[in-house]
Structures are given as structure tokens and as C-alpha cells.
């Protein structure tokens, strides 16, 4: 097996943000014509009314005097006569957050800037999760009071809860548990890649408003402390019959309703039987088996559980969620259902096929690209044979052996792709589906493992030891190191080691000539099983991984999966609306007009999809917590909070490159794109841009110094292309690998009749350099 790997610097920029004003016309309108309707006749048009009108105006009169006496009553009753409403429950809490965040001096005083930005994101975070909780129906809002704390070290955050009681009885028990939930690593869901002090949470209740601003009372109520870790989690042989059905054997307990065994499941069987005897959904028997006796993947450090996927929780929700006990309402929250390519993995909604067929999607089922999260509508047809893996995209499936065997047979080149790769053990390696040659993850750091002709094993350096010296073999663990993180499309290596391997049964292979520019691998035994451990540096931005290898580098009008990794649909209520570029783990950037007048409408995010009514195996979800406006006049850009970084980085999903100040010089300007959908707004494709004069957009609407005037390179009569609003426009390089976000379209582009259709104008992504990279920090 031959790999040839070479070395990559990268590349640096500089930040500079240009402040602009807005320029504005006045436009007259000449010919106004002179003739104007007067109203200072003296001729002047009555009529009598007859006694039948005279009689009907008396009654209508009489009913309004009615109506304004009955109001007056009403009015002066409730005034006088009814006691005063209950004012609001208010209770004050706060937690010591240890590690994920700190406390900076410029947070003591809440007039700063950086208060205000710090305060709005925990306060997001509280509300969404109070009004995703049991308590939501009388929860009005949460506050942030004070933030505190060691500087550099922790910070503490004090906040109040207001509550309802005209429509729930709150307790201060009932707020702990909401806050529990947030501190447990194990729930936790808003207030995610933050480490709380469980000991640090207090809650009062206050009989004050919040206008008092007291210091947090010295009587508080603490969470228990856990004494004991539980022991780890073990996979056990499936027992119940009621769900004798399902395709695995092994389960593991406790599962998501607390039961510890099965006969704790036996006894409380019959409440979950009454859903699925409703009929309320289709698959509530496959989906309660699944929930009541989840799957079990056992690892080298503990068992996990693999649950339904988001989207299946979600439909069945849809379908039984009124009939649910608030016992399984509280514990069946599909918020915390993994989705397929994120952290671990679930099981898909079976049927998968059959759901196309039933939305009239059947010419998607082997039509070469993937539609379903188990692969189902590509591996059962007539060009994949059984057992064989599918290329990924194509109508094409190759045997496993084919799989690294030094010669391309998928017309992309997957198969060939990654054959030196890292991953934390060969077992982690087998356990992963092997459905596609495509990697739902990347691994960062590992050890390092080798793919040929579908077996696995690790690279040994016992040979190294003995035929150099111990200056060049560093020079050479170096060099491979770096240039094998480099063909992962990471711009670097962090760290190489040699470690002792502890896995047993596996196989090796050698550097055959270490010191050749292309280095090849033999197998070998390794006694010593010395091995190489690499720590790659952070993801290359703007990358098309895919069309690395491919022999067709020509971007289609229709996007493939992984065309454009970074680009991400937002949803608002389950409804594409906008879109939205990734810029960072924890980021997106788009544009404010898609947020206007919907302050309270919740918004997701979904990253790694081409067509939105599919559900590809490598998409993921997130929801939108926080959003900041750019300072820079002129600008409509807003940067995007994440609930929780995307650390699942895959060749599907993964960040845009931002520009520098020196754009043009640095940019292909020859080659710009724009991404948009066909006009039923479910498939993504591409429109080539190319640069026009500021005047021909200053013509149609008004425009300041961040915008960019384009036109579609290739213009159509034929609208079946839609563009909206936060849409990229994306450039190549100078390097001609990495592509670069230009610019973000400030509204929607559609179908418009001739001469009154909106220019293609994007919002500057250079003149907000400088704010972004200090924001997404």
C-alpha cells in the first residue's frame, strides 16, 4: 500500500474592519397633475329619513348605550369589587460554573458592553430551559442579576425566575429539579460545554420584585451531593417479549425511564401497551421497545445505549404526545435524543423506503444519492449487491475487498480515500457502520491505522528503533506525522508519541523506506507492538474533502453531498425560512432581516443536508440560543450562537474560511458562487456570481460601501432557482483548494417579473473580519 503524503503550511491573515455610512437619494416625482377635488362647495347633499329608518336608529342607539353601560359596570366592578391579582412568583438563584467560562473585571459593572453580551447568553440559555420544562406554562422569564467570581478561575452567575401562579403553583423544589437537569453532564442540554458546581446551586424564593435587588439571601436550599459515582454501564441480554421483535439482542439498564431491570420494565409494561393499543402512531411499538429496551454498544470503558433517532422521537410525540402520563411526558424529551451523526449514534425510523414512497418520493430510492440514515433506499438495489458498500455518491457499490486496494473504482475516488487514517482502537474502527467508505466523524487524534483491501491495523515503528538513530527517527515520526494530518485536512500536527498498544489480535504494518517522499507500508509482526500516536492541529477551513480525489473536480448545478460542508439551513418552527454559513464549532453567520419582528419564535439549525426532505446519515441539528448584530454601519450581518459546538467535524460538515482585508488579492474572483434551492425549496444548487458595477444595484435599491453588486454569470428566464435571505457567496482562493465567504445576501432572491426583480447584493464579510474573529473566539 503506497500513500503519498506531503507537508502544508498554513496560511495567515490580516484583520482590519472599514466603517461606512449609508447613502441615501431623495426621488421627486415630476407631472403631478393639477386637478384637485375641493371640498369648500356651498352646494350641499341631504336626505330624509323615512319612519322606518328613524325607529331603526333609535333601536341601534339604545343597544350602544347598552353595550357602554354594561362596559362601565364591568370596568368599576372589577376595580372596586375584585380583589387585586396575584403578583408574580419570583425566586432567585445562582451556580458557580467551573470550567467552560471565567470571570473578567469588566463583568462586575452591568452597564459594560461585555455584561450585556455575557447576560443575554445565559439568560437565553435559562429561558430555554424553563420553557422546555414542565414549569413552561407559567413561566414568564429569567433575569441576570450579577455576574461574579475569581478572575480567570470560575464565574458565578445570580439570576431570578418569574413565574405565573395564576396558572401553576411553583415551588422551589420544582425549580431545582429544572436546574439539576442543567448541571447533570448527564441531562444537561442549554446550558451544554459548561462544568457547574452542583454544590453551588441555591434557590430562594423571594416575596420582593426584582426591583429590590438584594443580595441573594444567606437560607438557602442545596442539591445533594452524590457520594458515590454509579458503577459502569454493562450490556445485558434482552428479556422482554412484549418486544421479542427487535433486530439486537442486548440491552442495558437503567434506561431513560429510570427502570433498573426487567422486571422493573415487566411491572410497568402494561401504561406503555395503552399507547400502542391507542393507535395514536403508526410505529409506537417499534418506537416503545426501542425506549423501553434501547440497544446496548459495549466499548472498552463502559456500555452505551443507543436510542431512537431525534426525528423518529419527534413523529411519535407528534402522534401520542397528548395521551403521554406526565411520568413518560417529562422523561420522553426528543431534545435530548441523539441524532444520527452526532455524539454516539441512534437508530433510525424504520420504513425509511416506504416513507418516500408514501410523500411521492419513489424516483429518489437508487437514484445514487442517499436518502435515508441506514442507507436503505441505495444498498438494495439493482446495482449493489448484497454485502457489497456503497461509494457514498453515485449509483455504484464496490465489495469490501476493493476497499484501499490501490486502484479508484468509485467514480469519485471514496474508495481510496483515508486508507492512513487516526482513530482511538481498532475496535472503534470495526464497530463503525461499513455501509459507505465515508467517515460520519473525523478523529482528530489517535493512533495511527491503516485500511487495505477492507482489513485494519495499526503503523509500528519497531523497525525505526532499529535501523536509525534516535535524532532521525524523531526527524521522521515528525514528518510522517505532519504530513499525514495534512492529507486528513487538518492544517497541521500538534504532537506525534510512540506508544505501547494494548489491544490484542490486530495487525500491523511497517514504513518500508521511511526517508522516501513516498512511503509505503508492508505488513509485519510487531513484538514490541510500539506504535504511533498523532494529534492533528485545527480542521483546514473551506475545504471540499470529496472532490479531492475525484476525477470530475467540475462543480454541478445540483449540489452533491459534501459539495458544500459549511452551508446551513435555519428553520423557524420547523420551516425553512433562512440560511446560514459555519463559520466556527459554535457559530454561524447570517443575516438580521431573517430575524425581524420574531423575537420569540425558536429557531434550528441544520447543517450537512443537500435535500431537505431527506434525512441523510451525516446531518446533524442544532438549536439557535443567542444572536449578535454587527457594529459596523451599514452591515446587516449577525453572528449565530450555537446551543452546543458542532465537535463532529465530517467530510459533510465542517467551517468556511473567512477572508482578509486583502481580498481581491487573495481571492479568485473569476470563480463565486451563491447557494440557493429549486423553487419548491427542497433541493440545494449552486449559481455562479460574477462582480458588477455598485451602480446597477444603486439603480434598484440603496446601498452603502459592505455591499457587493453581482450578477448570476449564467442569467435564466426559467425560475426554478431560489435564493434566500443569509445565502453565501462563496470564492475560490488564490490556492485554488479553499474556498472563502465573500459575502451574505441580505434578503430573498426569487421569481420576479422584469424590471422590478432585487439585485443579487451581498453584505461584506472583510469590513466585519475584525468583529467576528473577536467574537467567535
Partial sequence: MTVAMEHKRKTSWDSKISVSTVSTRRFSRAGTPSSILSSDSDIRFTRKLGGQYRCGCCVLAAFLLFLLFSGVSIYLGYTFLISDPPGDQVFLATFRITKGDSFKAELADPSTEGFRIRSREYRDRINLAFRRSNLRISFIGAEILALDGVENVDLVVHFDLRFDPRYQTVNVADVIDVLEREINPATVKYLANLIIDSKSLEVQESLEALNAQVALPTTIITTPSTTTAPPPRTCT????????????????????????????????????????????????????????????????????????????????????????????????????????????????????????????????????????????????????????????????????????????????????KDCL?????????????????????????????????????????????????????????????????????????????????????????????????????????CPSKQVMYVRCAELECGIQPLKAKSSNKILSKMAEPGDWPWHVALFKEDTHVCD???????????????????????????LGTVRLSSTSPWQQERRIVGMIKSPVEGSTMVLLKLDRPVIVYSDFVRPICLPSSYEPAQMNTSQCNTLGWTRNRDLLQRVQLRYSAMEKCENISITSVNGICTDAAYSTDDCNEEELAGSPMLCLQADGKRWALTGVSTWRIACSTAGVERPRLYDKVSSNIAWIKSTIV
Avoid at 504 to 516: F, G, R, T
Avoid at 581 to 606: I, Y
Fill in 580 to 606: 446560514a454559513t459555519l463559520v466556527a464549532a459554535n457559530w454561524l453567520l447570517a443575516t438580521a432581516s431573517c430575524f425581524q419582528g420574531q423575537p420569540k419564535a425558536e429557531w434550528s439549525a441544520r
Fill in 421 to 525: 487514517s487516526l482513530a482511538k482502537s481498532i475496535n472503534s474502527v470495526k464497530s463503525d457502520p461499513i455501509d459507505t467508505p465515508l467517515a460520519v466523524k473525523y478523529t482528530r487524534e489517535g493512533y495511527v491505522v491503516f485500511n487495505e483491501k477492507g482489513l485494519v491495523g495499526k503503523l509500528c515503528i519497531e523497525n525505526l528503533n532499529a535501523t536509525l538513530p534516535q535524532t532521525e527517527m524523531d526527524t521522521v515520526l515528525q514528518t510522517a506525522a505532519a504530513s499525514l494530518c495534512t492529507l486528513l485536512t487538518y492544517s497541521g500536527m500538534s504532537s506525534v508519541e510512540i506508544r505501547t498498544d494494548d489491544e490484542n489480535d490486530i495487525q500491523y504494518v511497517h514504513m518500508e523506506d521511511p526517508l522516501a517522499s513516498e512511503i509505503s507500508f508492508v505488513r509485519a509482526p
Fill in 237 to 416: 441480554e434482552l428479556g422482554l417479549s412484549y418486544c421479542k421483535h427487535l433486530p439486537y439482542n442486548v440491552t442495558s439498564y437503567p434506561n431513560i425511564f429510570g427502570h433498573r431491570s426487567l422486571a422493573e420494565v415487566e411491572d410497568d409494561v402494561i401504561a406503555f401497551r395503552e399507547l400502542v393499543d391507542a393507535e395514536c402512531y403508526r410505529l409506537a411499538y417499534d418506537f416503545i421497545c426501542q425506549v423501553l429496551q434501547p440497544s446496548c454498544m459495549q466499548s472498552e470503558i463502559e456500555a452505551t445505549l443507543q436510542l431512537p433517532c431525534r426525528s423518529f422521537c419527534r413523529e411519535f410525540w407528534s402522534g401520542c404526545g397528548n395521551r403521554l402520563p406526565d411520568r413518560i411526558r417529562s422523561a420522553l424529551d426528543c431534545s435530548n435524543f441523539p441524532e444520527y451523526a452526532d455524539q454516539g449514534s441512534c437508530r433510525p425510523k424504520p420504513g425509511c423506503i416506504h416513507d418516500l414512497q408514501s410523500r411521492a418520493l419513489s424516483p429518489r430510492i437508487c437514484d445514487g444519492i442517499i436518502d435515508c440514515p441506514d442507507l436503505s433506499d441505495e444498498i438494495n438495489c439493482a446495482y449493489c449487491q448484497e454485502g457489497n458498500m456503497h461509494c457514498g455518491v453515485g449509483r455504484v457499490c464496490i465489495p469490501n475487498v476493493k476497499r484501499c486496494d490501490g486502484k479508484i473504482d468509485c467514480p469519485n475516488g471514496n474508495d481510496e
